[in-house]
């Protein structure tokens, strides 16, 4: 009976797994965003995360730690001069996963992996929205018109001057 065993294997020995796991935490370290199975990422996650939180802590041995699980000094590297740097004040949730539909060639369920505060798409406001316009009337919608045709001509005079 497996009662109470939440690991997901993905189907490999332990070695192998923990090499793909640490790659991929290199991969995803270095480029920020990493295209891959649901699954794969959901592991991913799981050991990525705890790394990133021991970076917040620059000592010889959470190098040593983090060293011992990714296996790449550059990614170690990155990992404690960038990217801790910027999730300092996160409590947790480093990275994102955001599914992208089905690969062609088996189906599988596909989902790209990023750390949060690098992507720009998402941390930016939603400033320049356009502006809302109803159906309601056609006379509130003729009556702005001219006194956006009037503010024109106001705002290039003050560039001439």
């Known amino acids: 009976m497996r009662h109470n065993k939440k ?3 993905l189907g490999r020995t332990a070695s192998h797994r923990n090499a793909m796991l640490a790659n991929m935490a290199c991969s995803l370290i270095k480029h920020k965003r990493i295209t891959t199975t649901v699954a794969k990422a959901k592991a991913l996650k799981k050991f990525v995360e705890p790394l990133i939180t021991k970076s917040k802590d620059d000592t010889t041995n959470s190098r040593r730690v983090v060293f011992s699980n990714l296996q790449d000094k550059y990614a170690v590297t990155e990992l404690f001069k960038e990217i801790s740097v ?5 409590p947790g949730g ?3 996963i955001i599914k992208t539909g089905n690969r062609l060639g088996d189906n599988a369920e596909m989902c790209f992996i990023e750390l949060v505060d690098y992507n720009d798409n998402m941390a930016k406001d939603k400033v320049a929205k356009k502006a809302t316009r109803t ?8 009556e702005a018109a001219p006194a956006a045709e009037t ?3 106001v705002a290039e005079e003050a560039k001439a001057e």
Do not use: G, L, Q, V
């Open 7 to 9: 690991f997901n294997h």
């Open 86 to 90: 910027k999730i300092a004040d996160r």
């Open 94 to 96: 480093y990275t994102r």
């Open 135 to 142: 159906r309601r009337s056609k006379k509130a919608a003729a």
């Open 151 to 153: 503010a024109a001509p």
